[in-house]
């Protein structure tokens, strides 16, 4: 059966949602919340029902308010396309279901489709999702084996959680050597019931004699009963008389028939060995002329294809020719980008040889000295050059200040001449009574002798001349008599004193200037020398490093830079030429080569060495594909051959057969064989007659050695089956009145005892008593059905271990060493558990390994069980199985799923895209998240 599409009316968020399927494999993909949980239960929902609106299970109403439902189209070997529809509604939803010739059926129909498969089986075999795959890991180290046995025999945990559930159930019951089970607290409170009712019976000492006669009644009564069995018993035996006396007879008569015939040698079932054996040698006969006719076939093929071997044997020289293609695009790219550079660079020469002048060549470029010695020394020239303009820009700058300093000398001495030639001289005074002003004028001679030398180290005559002033004003003060007439005559004295001593100072100012402008016109001489010289080392080093030009051009920022890279690039140039030839001789080479290989195989060749290495190609996988072909022909007509073999010694072994059944008959032809064959199946028939006669006797509880001694008590004369029966009804009637006088006496006497105990006490200890008593009858008839229930589950999973579980762990164990890539070897099955064999000997725990790999080797238990029963062709469902696996694992488990599902639809429901990448052409369906909200 294979799922082939789905349409959902209204089921969860979809909404008239169409959904294509197909054979094999089939990847149902989506991000988060795009509906593929969804799908999955609206499958199950169309195969069981919808569940309940007061179950657990989830729902998928819609939110929209309609009503719930879809339709799901299958496809089967026996019933053809049936389209299943549900409805919403009760007991699962209204069903129907539509064949392809309009039949109409519904559950029963549905049932014999599904081939009585329930929901807990489809979910249990043929639905992996992750919640198994999770429980592997929350189970301690006890319960992981036997839940990985559950899973083997019912496909989930249920088993493990019906025993684990028994088991719990049995122990709140009971438990040797318990307190808190209510079995234990009934049996505790039994024993102080009955010692409280010995203690009553002591004080009802004085009833006792009442109740030792109620006692021989029901003595009497059970002693009835008692004889009642026996009686019952005597009736029964009349009843299994009357009952097997038809087939007694025919026992009879049969064995006496075997007894008086004689035994007929006949091979057991020969009649139909034979039958089957001529069946054979027709269908072997078919086979031999079929194997023949395609025999004959094969040699006329392999006839017609004409294999060039001379292309073969140069595969390798073309294969070689067809990895050089890369290479010879390589080529023409590069030849092509060097013809762009070459002009590139052609362009840019031309320019830079147009900006640096007209004496300017590529060779006179490339005459050009650029060693890092040149520049250097070109470095230090224009180093010097440069210190030298420096060195006389400074120079000059010092001669003109030495010179407007001396031209400002010699004016002022010329003013200071005329001032003093204009001033009468006065007799010097006696200076006398000059004490107070003594101080104030050694102070003012400090202050000019201070000025003076700031004045000479700054040369800055300004200070010198306020230095003067300074020297003067002491005077006065030093010289300035009590008296206004001596004092005024001694300061023109001082005054005109000054003015020669400044006189006198400015003269020697002068001649010192003089100096310093002659040194400073020697400095400037000196620097216009130095820089003629250096001029004169630049125009050598221009000439002896290969410069054209005027050597002017030195002075131009970047020139010589400029005349270098220009060289670079030429040379650049240089190199690429030589490329472009080495480049188009190689192309040459490899145009020669391919004409020269396409001439030996008498192929024309093409327009380009590309053309002609593809027409080679194309040619070497003709011939190889002859050659493939002619190979298959050559292995399909061994096979033949070998088949014909197999058919003829087929053939030989079922005549051997056929004489062997002769030889055992005894007879020499076909027609003896069969005349002696319906002898031995009349003598067959009797027996069986006899055996089912022996067998209906032996179910009412006979032996086979008591069937002669009863044929010959019952089939005698004597015996009337009738008559007995007669008797014992009457017997029965006679003691049923004297059990009924039994009764009403117990009645009596108990009646008499219940007037007596007018107290109570003793009653209602007893009643206690009683009570608990049948409490605890009914617990134990609780525990009985739980260990009844037990024992019946183990003995199933006994009968299952011994007869189904080793061929679903051999598939299992096949599929795991495919899936791990042999890491694991054996699954071993000890006792209650499974145990892993790794490849290097050693026994593992399911607990020990990975959680990886015991997903796997769950899954593997799960496909096994799946795909153990053929005959359940079911579709199976897996959720996201490989999202612990690594990627090594995870292209085993699909390159496994990918080869059974050949056999059955699997559907693969996983929202990680990058598990399709394992596969080459996987099949898709891929869901949208839809923009409305998911209500799940």
Not at 437 to 445: A, E, H, S, V
Not at 762 to 768: E, K
């Amino acid at each position: 059966m294979w799922i082939k599409k789905l349409h959902m009316y209204h089921f969860g968020k979809f909404q008239n949602q169409h959904i294509q399927f197909q054979r094999g494999l089939l990847f149902i993909t989506g991000e988060n919340e795009a509906g593929k949980s969804t799908v999955m239960r609206f499958i199950a929902c169309m195969l069981y029902g919808f569940p309940a609106k007061q179950s657990s299970e989830q729902r998928f109403d819609p939110k929209d308010g309609n009503v719930m439902g879809g339709s799901m189209t299958i496809e089967t070997a026996t019933h053809g396309e049936v389209t299943i529809e549900r409805i919403d509604g009760k007991s699962g939803g209204l069903l129907t279901l539509t064949g392809a010739n309009g039949k109409k059926g519904g559950e029963q129909w549905l049932s014999e489709i599904l081939q009585r498969v329930d929901r807990s089986l489809y979910e249990g075999v043929y639905s992996v999702d992750l919640d198994g795959l999770q429980n592997v890991q929350k189970l301690d180290k006890e319960l992981l084996g036997r839940y990985l046995l559950g899973a083997a025999m019912t496909g989930s945990k249920e088993l493990t959680s019906l025993e684990l559930s028994l088991e719990k159930k049995a122990a709140a019951l009971y438990k040797p050597g318990g307190r808190k089970p209510l079995m234990n607290e009934l049996i505790s409170e039994l024993d102080v019931a009955r010692k409280e009712v010995e203690r009553w019976q002591e004080k009802n000492a004085t009833f006792q004699p009442l109740s030792d006669e109620l006692h021989k009644i029901e003595a009497a009564i059970a002693t009835w009963e008692e004889e009642q069995k026996a009686f019952q018993y005597e009736g029964s035996e009349l009843q299994r008389a009357q009952a097997i006396l038809p087939s007694l007879r025919q026992w009879q008569e049969n064995r006496l028939l075997l007894k008086g015939e004689q035994n007929v040698p006949f091979p057991e079932h020969g009649l139909e060995v034979s039958d089957r054996l001529a069946i054979q040698l027709q269908d072997l006969q078919q086979r031999q002329a079929r194997y023949t006719v395609k025999l004959r076939s094969r040699l006329e093929e392999k006839q017609q294809l004409a294999v060039r071997e001379e292309v073969l044997s140069h595969a390798h020289v073309i294969e070689q020719c067809l990895q050089r293609n890369a290479y010879y695009d390589q080529l023409q790219s590069e030849e092509w980008a060097l013809r762009q550079k070459l002009e590139e660079q052609s362009t840019s020469c031309n320019q830079l040889l147009v900006e640096l002048g007209e004496p300017w060549t590529e060779s006179a470029v490339l005459a050009t000295n650029h060693s890092l010695a040149a520049k250097h020394a070109l470095a230090q020239l224009r180093k010097q050059d440069e210190q030298l303009d420096q060195k006389k820009e400074w120079v000059t700058h010092e001669w003109k200040r030495a010179l407007q300093e001396l031209e400002r000398a010699e004016e002022r001495v010329s003013i200071e001449k005329k001032e003093l030639a204009s001033k009468p001289k006065e007799q010097p005074v006696n200076l006398q009574d000059q004490q107070p002003y003594r101080k104030f004028g050694f102070m003012l001679l400090l202050c000019t002798f201070v000025f003076l030398l700031f004045s000479i180290w700054r040369e800055d005559w300004l200070f010198g001349v306020l230095s003067v002033m300074l020297l003067g004003v002491a005077l006065v003060v030093l010289t300035r008599k009590v008296d206004g007439t001596k004092v005024a005559a001694q300061a023109r004295q001082q005054v005109i004193e000054q003015q020669e001593n400044s006189l006198r100072k400015l003269e020697a100012e002068v001649q010192r200037l003089e100096t310093s402008y002659q040194a400073a016109a020697t400095a400037c001489d000196t620097v216009e020398l130095e820089g003629y010289q250096n001029k004169e080392a630049l125009k050598q080093w221009w000439s002896d490093n290969g410069f054209v030009g005027n050597v002017d051009a030195l002075s131009m920022r970047g020139y010589v830079e400029q005349v270098e890279r220009l060289k670079e690039m030429i040379y650049e140039k240089q190199r690429c030429q030589k490329r472009q030839q080495q480049i188009e001789e190689e192309r040459k080479q490899l145009d020669e080569e391919a004409a020269l290989l396409a001439e030996t195989l008498q192929t024309p060749a093409g327009r380009s060495y590309i053309e002609t290495v593809t027409m080679l190609q194309s040619l070497l996988a003709t011939e190889r594909q002859k050659e493939a072909k002619r190979a298959m022909i050559m292995e399909s007509e061994r096979e033949l051959r070998e088949s014909i073999k197999e058919v003829e010694a087929e053939q030989m072994l079922c005549n051997q057969k056929m004489e062997d059944l002769y030889d055992a008959a005894f007879v020499k032809d076909e027609s003896s064989f069969r005349k002696r064959g319906e002898q031995a199946k009349r003598l067959q028939k009797a027996q069986e007659q006899l055996e089912k006669a022996v067998a209906y006797i032996q179910s009412f509880g006979y032996t086979s050695e008591e069937l002669l001694p009863l044929a010959e008590r019952l089939l005698h004369q004597t015996f009337n089956v009738d008559l007995q029966q007669q008797k014992w009804k009457e017997q029965a009637q006679k003691r049923e009145t004297a059990y009924r006088q039994l009764q009403n006496k117990r009645a009596e006497y108990q009646h008499q005892l219940r007037e007596l105990q007018e107290d109570g006490g003793y009653t209602s200890c007893l009643q206690r008593f009683e009570t608990a008593k049948a409490t605890l009858q009914n617990y134990a008839k609780q525990w009985s059905v739980y260990k009844v229930a037990n024992w019946m589950l183990q003995t199933t999973k006994k009968h299952y271990y011994e007869e189904k579980l080793p061929a679903i762990l051999s598939l299992a164990e096949r599929y795991f060493i495919q899936i791990t890539k042999q890491s694991y070897c054996k699954i071993h099955l000890d006792g209650a558990r499974l145990v892993l064999e790794g490849a290097d000997g050693f026994w593992y725990d399911p607990s020990e390994v990975s959680r990886g790999t015991a997903e796997q080797l769950y899954l593997c238990i799960r496909l096994a069980l799946a795909l153990h029963e053929q005959s359940d062709d079911l579709p199976l469902i897996m959720d996201d199985v490989t999202v612990n696996f690594d990627a090594d694992r995870t292209k085993s488990v699909l390159k496994l799923l990918n080869m059974l599902s050949t056999e059955r639809q699997i559907l693969f429901f996983t929202c990680h895209r990058h598990v399709l990448q394992h596969l080459a052409q996987p099949n898709t369906v891929s869901l949208k998240k839809q923009e409305a909200p998911f209500y799940n």
